[in-house]
């Protein structure tokens, strides 16, 4: 069974730009939920998606953003990059709210920003 | 607000040591707590977990026990491996979820051959 899939895995952008990244759950999986890890904050929630309604949100500006699809897979932006935004951010997919459920991490989308 | 306190490393050990990784919290109501570990390039991977008070989560060896009275979730090894190697974060959930997963900063993990 695959598991959670994001992408890209790697990408390079400048302040001021935005960006978007994809994550796929698993299959079945209906919540998707976002986290960014950096070096000093450590990894911090940033929302979660289930049947395509924002359930939970983070401490994070209106910067950041996303969507769920009817197939569960989900979207993340960010618009107006900082250089703070550079992190990874790890998407995790549950079977239900994730509040009620293990989740599944997948391995990440790595962000630099210049 | 809730929090997870760990020590950050590296903890250094020699393979067959015995580990701990201490972990304390700080959450109102009876939250779940969980251990993830992350290895080089890699996203979280579940460990163990415990949803009440004296649960023993249990996996590949490791073990943590759940203590309300000393608000505490440390992870045990009886002796570790090369393999073992990684990044540990302890995590908690709050009675509601809504606000995703707690982490704490993570245990960088070194086990010498």
């Known amino acids: 069974k695959a598991g959670v899939t994001q992408t890209p895995r790697y990408l390079i952008k400048t302040r001021g730009q935005q960006v978007t990244l994809s994550c796929s759950p698993i299959?079945?999986?209906?919540?998707v939920s976002w986290y960014q890890q950096t070096p000093g904050q450590g990894l911090q929630f940033l929302f979660e998606?289930?049947?395509?309604?924002?359930?939970n949100k983070g401490n994070f500006p209106g910067r950041f953003s996303g969507r769920q699809f009817s197939n569960s897979r989900s979207e993340m932006n960010v618009s107006t990059l900082e250089l703070g935004d550079s992190a990874l951010y790890l998407c995790a997919s549950s079977p239900d709210r994730a509040g009620a459920n293990v989740l599944t991490f997948g391995a990440g989308s790595r962000l630099t920003v210049l | 607000g809730d929090s997870v306190t760990q020590m950050e490393g590296p903890v250094t050990l020699s393979e067959e040591a015995f580990l701990t990784i201490n972990c304390t919290y700080t959450?109102?109501?009876?939250?779940?707590l969980f251990w993830y570990v992350q290895y080089p390039g890699e996203g979280l991977q579940l460990l163990l977990k415990a949803t009440k008070a004296d649960d023993k989560g249990s996996n590949k060896g490791f073990e943590a026990t759940y203590r309300k009275e000393t608000t505490s979730f440390h992870l045990e090894k009886g002796s570790v491996q090369v393999s073992d190697s990684a990044v540990y974060f302890c995590?908690?959930?709050?009675?509601?979820?809504?606000?995703?997963?707690?982490f704490g900063k993570g245990t960088h993990l070194i086990i010498q051959p």
């Open positions: 299959s079945g999986h209906r919540s």
């Open positions: 959450a109102t109501g009876y939250p779940s």
């Open positions: 995590a908690l959930r709050a009675g509601g979820g809504a606000d995703g997963l707690t």
């Open positions: 998606y289930f049947s395509e309604t924002q359930r």
